[in-house]
């Protein structure tokens, strides 16, 4: 019985702490949030007005964005009209982007997190429920354990002192009477507590639930007409295949309780039209470029034995008629190939180092003119001979051209080099001494002190008297060095895939090989590298309407101007279409309308 009756004082005291605590203040009452009026204001997702585009049809919810580098900057703002706030409510709202593919379909959802707005009544009507709900719960964990008499005692002194004095011991409930405790009894408030503490969490969780994202509210700004705007700066991925990336809102208004009052619609949206610089890489194919000389050579070389100090041919000399008749056979061969024709042929003689330098140096010329004569007479004949065949070629007649080489040591350091009668460590002595020395005669002065000079002589010299035959032709089906061929050239097409798709960096590796190359060019622009792209472009003597123009706009984001506003003239001025062209592109469209272009 003693149990009961403290319990019920127990109860008493709380609510009296309750209704204490409870006094109505000049704020709403908890149970009479204000009605959400009917209206057709709603939260707006907008373009910010330093934005907005003056030519655009709709420029508060629409605007056309450069998507550098495989990104792009969407910037748009979050307007709350002022009939949608009051200072009893709270209100979330959910930002979201979608970005489109050119299909229609929608490629990615970006979510932004929550945006909180509290009325300022409301923000102290919650800091009061939150200090009496601490307030009732430290109560009842003071009345767990009540029946002690230190307990008890604590109890009275901090929630009824007027009874504190005098009391010492006994039943305390022995100072109430039947129908005050049926009282207690009656408005016992424990159960209302325990629903209000809940409530509180509820709403508590529903303002900070984990998964709408963290509340926005430091970038809230107030709206002169009462209202607020909350800016956003996003940065999204962006390829070619996609189009539009589309902003917008939605949300709704709870009381203190966290209890819906009012669910806006999804609000009007902000679109941003993606524009990337792969709109200015033109879609060709390379092929593959051979170059094949027109103007041809073939070399080839052919001893001929001389007498000492002289220069005449003599047919009978050593393996001199084979030699000559293996020149004329060759000279024969190139007159006989339709696909060229035989413009003249060079003659260089060589002599061995014997002798004065001086000496040699006349004597090879005497005999590369002694060879051009003799062969002078028979290269004569062959061309009457291939003429007078009726084929339809016409030869014309052969120049021998004659030169000299007065002692061939290039080919005599290759000879001793190779040599396996000479040891190595005398190739190694001639290589790092004797071939060093400049004067040839001083040269050879020291070459014949060496052990092995006998050997250079009797078996290496005769092979340095050679006659050199340079045949100059040109191709008869050629009118230029360099055709081209039907083959795609591949690595051209890779870089032109990467950068359709705005995958610069990757591009680059391909394109950069096509250093005159437009798209190489485009490459550049996209990556941002706008000096590079501009010192190529420039270099092209042709420009056309598509160079001028992106070099109009390299020029503008690079910060020139003036030479910006030169060559976008001079692209409208090749091609009109490039007017509609600009004013589709932001920083075009800017340009032109900071000086007045149209």
Not at 462 to 468: D, I, K, M, S, T
Not at 477 to 489: G, L, V
Not at 546 to 556: G, M, R
Request: hydrophobic share 35%; with cysteine.
């Amino acid at each position: 019985m003693v149990k009961q009756k403290q319990f019920s004082l127990i109860a008493w005291a709380l609510a009296v702490l309750l209704v204490g605590c409870s006094t109505p203040q000049k704020s709403y009452p908890r149970t009479q949030a204000p009605a959400v009026p009917e209206t057709k204001e709603n939260v707006a997702v907008q373009i910010p007005e330093d934005k907005r585009d003056a030519n655009s049809a709709d420029p508060v919810h629409f605007l056309e964005v450069p998507a550098m580098t495989g990104s792009a900057e969407l910037n748009f703002e979050v307007a709350v009209p002022a009939v949608l706030l009051d200072r009893m409510w709270q209100m979330s709202i959910y930002p979201e982007i979608q970005v489109l593919a050119k299909d229609g379909t929608v490629a990615d959802t970006v979510k932004l997190g929550r945006i909180l707005l509290s009325g300022d009544k409301l923000l102290a009507q919650q800091k009061r429920d939150n200090e009496l709900a601490d307030s009732l719960m430290a109560v009842a964990a003071d009345s767990v354990n009540y029946q002690g008499g230190r307990t008890r005692r604590e109890f009275i002194r901090r929630n009824m002192p007027e009874k504190e004095e005098g009391q010492t011991s006994g039943d305390i409930s022995n100072w109430y009477s039947l129908d005050e405790m049926k009282a207690i009894d009656h408005y016992s408030y424990m159960p209302k507590i325990r629903q209000y503490r809940q409530m509180q969490k509820d709403a508590e969780a529903l303002r900070n639930s984990p998964d709408t994202g963290a509340a926005i509210i430091s970038a809230v700004i107030s709206d002169p007409k009462g209202g607020f705007v909350c800016p956003f700066t996003e940065t999204i991925a962006t390829n070619p295949r996609l189009s539009q990336a589309i902003a917008y809102a939605d949300g709704y208004i709870v009381d203190n309780y966290g209890t819906l009052l009012y669910t806006f619609p999804r609000t009007d949206t902000a679109v941003f039209q993606l524009r990337t610089s792969c709109q200015f890489m033109k879609e060709k194919e390379r092929y593959i470029h051979k170059v094949i000389r027109r103007k041809t050579d073939a070399n080839t070389a052919f001893n001929l034995d001389f007498k000492a100090g002289k220069s005449d041919i003599d047919p009978n000399m050593g393996k001199n008629a084979q030699g000559l008749a293996d020149i004329r056979r060759t000279i024969a061969e190139v007159l006989g190939n339709e696909n060229f024709q035989l413009d003249s042929i060079v003659v260089t003689a060589h002599c061995s180092p014997e002798g004065s330098r001086k000496a040699n140096d006349g004597l090879s010329k005497k005999r590369s003119q002694s060879v051009c004569s003799h062969f002078d007479g028979i290269a004569k004949q062959l061309v009457d001979s291939v003429n007078a065949l009726g084929t339809g070629r016409n030869l014309p007649t052969i120049r021998f051209v004659s030169r000299a080489l007065a002692e061939n040591w290039p080919l005599l350091d290759e000879l001793i080099a190779k040599d396996s009668t000479i040891t190595d460590k005398q190739k190694d002595n001639y290589a790092k001494k004797i071939a060093k020395v400049s004067d040839w005669d001083k040269r050879e002065a020291q070459l014949r002190k060496q052990p092995y000079f006998k050997h250079v002589k009797d078996s290496l010299y005769p092979r340095l008297r050679v006659v050199n035959f340079n045949f100059r032709m040109g191709r008869t089906d050629m009118k230029k060095d360099t055709i081209m061929t039907t083959k795609i050239d591949t690595v051209y097409k890779k870089g032109v895939d990467f950068l359709r798709e705005c995958e610069y960096a990757q591009a680059l590796p391909f394109l950069e090989q096509y250093p005159d190359d437009y798209n190489y060019a485009a490459c550049l622009v996209g990556l941002e590298r706008y000096a590079e792209a501009i010192k190529l472009l420039e270099k092209n003597k042709k420009r056309d309407a598509d160079i001028n123009y992106l070099l109009a706009l390299a020029h503008t984001r690079n910060g020139n101007s003036k030479a910006a506003v030169a060559c976008y003239l001079e692209a409208v001025k090749q091609d009109p279409a490039m007017k509609e062209k600009a004013m589709q592109e932001p920083d075009m469209a800017d340009l032109i309308k900071k000086h007045n272009l149209n």
